[in-house]
């Protein structure tokens, strides 16, 4: 079956660097886009970011644009998520998903397979 975990995340200063690493199995991960989405308590689901099945086109939410960079290893079946200049606005629950298809889309129904999540904090 699919499995998705993350990792990585934890407490960091505003300012400081996470990487989130995703592990996929149970599907040919290099046959689908996957993305990055957050979030926090009493708020929807926020689309992050969202790369394609080659890895050859990226998308990111204006509001992490600069900042973060996905990326993926294919022959590790693993989505990164490199966090550089946090914020304390960055604080929520990341998730992993995996799309229906080989293209990644800011529209979080376009993906079926979503992973536990691993909190960030950011905060001094």
């Known amino acids: 079956q699919v499995q998705l975990v993350e990792s990585g995340g934890g407490l960091a200063q505003p300012g400081g660097s996470l990487k989130l690493s995703c592990a996929a199995s149970g599907f040919t991960f290099s046959n689908y886009a996957m993305s990055w989405a957050r979030q926090v308590p009493g708020k929807g689901l926020e689309f992050v970011s969202g790369?394609?099945?080659?890895?050859?086109?990226?998308y990111y939410a204006d509001s992490v644009k600069g900042r973060f960079t996905i990326s993926r290893d294919n022959a590790k079946n693993t989505l990164y998520l490199q966090m550089n200049s946090l914020k304390p606005e960055d604080t929520a629950l990341y998730y992993c998903?995996?799309?229906?298809?080989?293209?990644?889309?800011?529209?979080?129904?376009?993906?079926?397979?979503w992973g536990q999540g691993t909190q960030v904090t950011v905060s001094s």
């Open positions: 998903a995996k799309a229906k298809g080989i293209i990644a889309t800011i529209s979080l129904h376009q993906y079926d397979y």
């Open positions: 790369i394609y099945s080659d890895g050859s086109d990226t």
